[in-house]
T-cell receptor, first 113, second 115 residues
Framework: AQSVAQPEDQVNVAEGNPLTVKCTYS??????LFWYVQYPNRGLQFLLK??????LVKGSYGFEAEFNKSQTSFHLKKPSALVSDSALYFC???????????FGSGTRLLVRP | DGGITQSPKYLFRKEGQNVTLSCEQN?????MYWYRQDPGQGLRLIYY???????QKGDIAEGYSVSREKKESFPLTVTSAQKNPTAFYLC??????????????FGPGTRLTVT
C-alpha cells in the first residue's frame, strides 16, 4: 500500500535562509509525487510534481523538490525563504490504479522576519 | 483556486439536518473529488468521480452522498448519519482518464459547523 510521511509538524526558518520540508514515501510501483501549499482558510495550491525524469523538480514561487529513490524521499526546498512562504505544506502520492491522492499530515512552515 | 468554486464558504447546521455543499468547475475536467480536512490531519478522500454519472467511495464515505449529473458539478451531501460532520471540506478536479498523473486543482473550501 502506498503511504507518505511528513516527519515534522513544524519547520521554523529565518527569512533569507534556505528551507527544507521533508517527505518520505512508500510505494510498490513507480512513485508519482506532489507538493501542495495551503494558506489559512484556503484551498490547496499545486506547487510541483515528480513523474519521471530529472530528480530535481522546479515548481511555483521558487520552490523545488529533490526526488531520491534510494532514500524514498521527496523533500521540498527553497534557497531563500520569504515571510510570505509561511503556510501549511502537504506532500502527496498518487495511488496505483486510481486517481486517489494520498496526503501526508502536513508541515507548518513558519518563516520569521 | 481559479476555476473551481465552492459555496457557501461557511455553513452552519443543526445536528440531524442534511446539508449539501456545492462544487462547480469550469476547467472541463473529467475527474472530481471531495476531501475532508480536520485540524492536524492531512486530507482524507470522501468520494471521487472519474466521469459523469459514475462515482466511487473514498476512504471515509460513510454518512456522505454525492451525485455527478453534469461534468461541471459534483455536489456533496452530508447526511445526519455522519457522526462528526464539523470539518473543512475541499473539492478538487483533474483532467482525468487518459493520463493519471495530472495534478488536482482545489477549490477554496467550505467550512461546515454542526451544532
Amino acid at each position: 500500500a502506498q503511504s507518505v510521511a511528513q516527519p515534522e509538524d513544524q519547520v521554523n526558518v529565518a527569512e533569507g535562509n534556505p528551507l527544507t520540508v521533508k517527505c518520505t514515501y512508500s510505494v510498490s510501483g513507480n512513485p508519482y509525487l506532489f507538493w501542495y501549499v495551503q494558506y489559512p482558510n484556503r484551498g490547496l495550491q499545486f506547487l510541483l510534481k515528480y513523474i519521471t525524469g530529472d530528480n530535481l523538480v522546479k515548481g511555483s514561487y521558487g520552490f523545488e523538490a529533490e526526488f531520491n529513490k534510494s532514500q524514498t524521499s521527496f523533500h521540498l526546498k527553497k534557497p531563500s525563504a520569504l515571510v510570505s512562504d509561511s503556510a501549511l505544506y502537504f506532500c502527496a502520492i498518487l495511488a496505483d490504479s486510481s486517481y486517489k491522492l494520498i496526503f501526508g499530515s502536513g508541515t507548518r512552515l513558519l518563516v520569521r522576519p | 483556486d481559479g476555476g473551481i468554486t465552492q459555496s457557501p464558504k461557511y455553513l452552519f447546521r443543526k445536528e440531524g439536518q442534511n446539508v449539501t455543499l456545492s462544487c462547480e468547475q469550469n476547467l472541463n475536467h473529467d475527474a472530481m473529488y471531495w476531501y475532508r480536512q480536520d485540524p492536524g490531519q492531512g486530507l482524507r478522500l470522501i468520494y471521487y468521480s472519474q466521469i459523469v454519472n459514475d462515482f466511487q467511495k473514498g476512504d471515509i464515505a460513510e454518512g456522505y452522498s454525492v451525485s455527478r449529473e453534469k461534468k461541471e458539478s459534483f455536489p456533496l451531501t452530508v447526511t445526519s448519519a455522519q457522526k462528526n460532520p464539523t470539518a473543512f471540506y475541499l473539492c478538487a478536479s483533474s483532467i482525468g482518464p487518459g493520463d493519471r498523473v495530472y495534478e488536482q486543482y482545489f477549490g477554496p473550501g467550505t467550512r461546515l459547523t454542526v451544532t
